[in-house]
């Protein structure tokens, strides 16, 4: 028997969510003030619709008549979680889409100013990637911070309306909140990041003496200078350098990395052309310098933004965007639409994740980026050991992210710029610059556009490791042929959301999420 309300629910939700996904993707792609006041309005709808207390009530009662297990109480159980969170005033929901908005559109629109010259993001990379001119350095990355001065006031009364809401409806903070309905127990993933962080100290501290010693003697520097934040390769120290004498870029100069993606895809039997054709991939004016991929309406229109170069960078992230975009498109199209999306955040992380690590795979440089097998000989250990690095910066960044995001919620009025470096020191081992009364960690977009997110970057690479040596074990030694696909389209991605992400993991695997495979995988080895 057909449950009406349910219908209802997702055909009207359906609306609401097409006219934003609509608004979002037009204002990251044109930077127009009119698609801003859209998606504000298109927002507040959608959370106005859920903030409904009445319909709260009707949930809350049909969700405790419903069997455990059903489908329909997994649709009660989605439709409850959006609901709480949006049980608010008017007033105190349209405060927070707009905040939001303006501060989201400010970053869309931010480019760094270096001797006066507006720089786009992508000339900062270059410039942190390649230049060995120190004084140059440290210029373009404090001028890529001056974002954190622009934003941060705009940024801490989000952040505080942000907990006033999550308190009145009965939360510690909002960080709390959104674990909760997340479906992680915060508890428990910050105790799993604290013993990553302990098995990886000792690889960690060794792997980046070694990196510094090649930094300085980049840069001609001492054996003893100290390193500044400036010297790694990217604002934030998120990203691995390349190992000397290694790096995929040559091999993909003047490279078609759309036809790269496209062939890796097609491997493995997935069909991409279709959400390129509909896909942003090129830079431009007023565009989101960032990338994502955005499910316009649960039907098969999925979409990706990218700012595309020909480097190992936007091959990476090609790969990683459209690993969300499969996930999204292979979805089972029967399934009510409340369910029609991956079983957790951090699970289509792990496929992206997965996708995007494949561009240092010796079988990907051979079969489908087509590179002469000796000329990947030369660089694969050098690949391997920056897999690795890449894997162990990544650890360490998400778990200082995570960690004082959750300092920042707790209490926003400390002196947060203090607490940054502090953190930073403690995790990355990276020294602070002189000056550490600026607010440099507001500069990261994702506390603005994605608070409460970044533990599932962490939780994806987790879970890609999982699924790696899964498929390793059980399915195939390599990967790309149509087994692969089979196994990714009937055990990850068809299911979509029926069951929730625990149990997603442990039918693909065998066994529930296990942080093992990821030490093995990059620690140990």
């Known amino acids: 028997m057909t449950d009406r309300f349910l219908q209802e629910e997702n055909n009207h939700l359906q609306k609401l969510s097409s006219a934003m996904t609509e608004a979002i993707w ?6 127009s003030q009119d698609w801003q006041d859209k998606e ?4 507040s709808q959608y959370r106005l619709y859920c903030s409904d207390p009445k319909r709260f009530a009707v949930l809350k009662e049909k969700m405790a008549l419903t069997p455990e297990g059903s489908i329909e109480r997994r649709q009660y159980e989605r439709l409850y979680q959006s609901a709480l969170e949006n049980q608010l005033p008017a007033e105190t929901l349209e405060e927070m889409v707009t905040l939001s908005s303006k501060l989201s559109n400010i970053f869309n629109t931010f480019r ?6 507006k720089w786009t993001e992508n000339q900062v990379r270059q410039i942190l990637l390649t230049s060995t001119d120190v004084a140059l ?5 404090q001028a890529s911070k001056a974002i954190g001065q622009e934003v941060s006031p705009g940024l801490l009364e989000l952040v505080r309306v942000r907990n006033q809401a999550a308190q009145s409806l009965g939360f510690e903070d909002f960080h709390q909140m959104s674990f909760e309905l997340q479906e992680l127990d915060r508890d428990e993933v910050f105790t799993i990041f604290d013993d990553l962080k302990k098995l990886t100290d000792g690889p960690f501290q ?5 990196m510094d010693d090649e930094l300085r003697s980049q840069y001609g520097l001492p054996s003893d200078a100290c390193l500044q934040p400036w010297h790694y390769k990217d604002p934030f120290f998120q990203e691995a350098p390349v190992v000397p004498g290694v790096d995929v870029s040559p091999f993909l100069k003047g490279r078609n990395i759309e036809k790269l993606t496209v062939d890796t895809f097609s491997s493995m039997g997935m069909e991409i052309r279709d959400m390129l054709a509909k896909s942003d991939l090129y830079e431009r004016e007023g565009k989101n310098q960032h990338a994502f991929c955005l499910d316009m309406d649960r039907e098969g229109d999925v979409r990706v933004l990218c700012n595309i170069r020909d ?12 690993g969300h975009a499969v996930y999204d498109k292979y979805i089972d199209r029967k399934i009510p639409f409340l369910l029609r999306t991956p079983a957790h955040i951090f699970t289509t992380e792990a496929v992206a994740m997965f996708f995007g690590r494949l561009v240092k795979n010796r079988e990907w440089l051979s079969q489908i980026a087509q590179v002469d097998g000796g000329e990947v000989d030369k660089i694969l250990l050098g690949l391997e050991k920056m897999q690795q690095r890449q894997m162990l910066i990544t650890a360490r960044w998400v778990i200082t992210f995570v ?5 920042l919620y707790h209490n926003p009025d400390q002196d947060l710029s203090k607490l940054w470096w502090e953190i930073v020191k403690e995790v990355q081992f990276v020294e602070p610059p002189n000056r550490v009364d600026e607010p440099h960690w507001a500069s990261k977009i994702h506390f603005t556009i994605a608070p409460a997110y970044y533990q599932n970057y962490l939780l994806g690479e987790l879970t890609a490791s999982q699924f790696d040596q899964y498929i390793k074990q059980h399915v195939s030694s390599t990967y790309f042929n149509q087994e692969v696909g089979k196994w990714f389209l009937k ?4 299911p979509g959301d029926r069951d929730g992400w625990s149990k997603l993991i442990e039918n693909a695997t065998g066994e529930s999420l296990n942080p093992a495979h990821f030490v093995t995988q990059f620690v140990n080895e």
């Not at 760094?112 to 010259?117: F, L, P, Q, R, Y």
């Not at 350095?137 to 990355?141: L, M």
């Not at 960690?403 to 300092?407: A, L, T, V, W």
């Not at 055990?491 to 068809?494: A, M, N």
Request: glycine fraction near 4%; proline fraction near 0%; charge should be negative.
């Open 112 to 117: 760094a100013t270096v001797d006066g010259e």
């Open 137 to 141: 350095r440290e210029k373009v990355w």
């Open 311 to 322: 480097n190992q960078y936007w091959m990476e992230t090609m790969l990683h965007e459209y």
């Open 206 to 210: 060794a792997m980046k003496n070694e």
């Open 40 to 43: 504000i309005q298109a927002e």
């Open 491 to 494: 055990e990850v991605f068809f």
């Open 403 to 407: 960690r004082f995001e959750r300092e």
């Open 26 to 31: 037009m204002v990251n792609t044109t930077g």
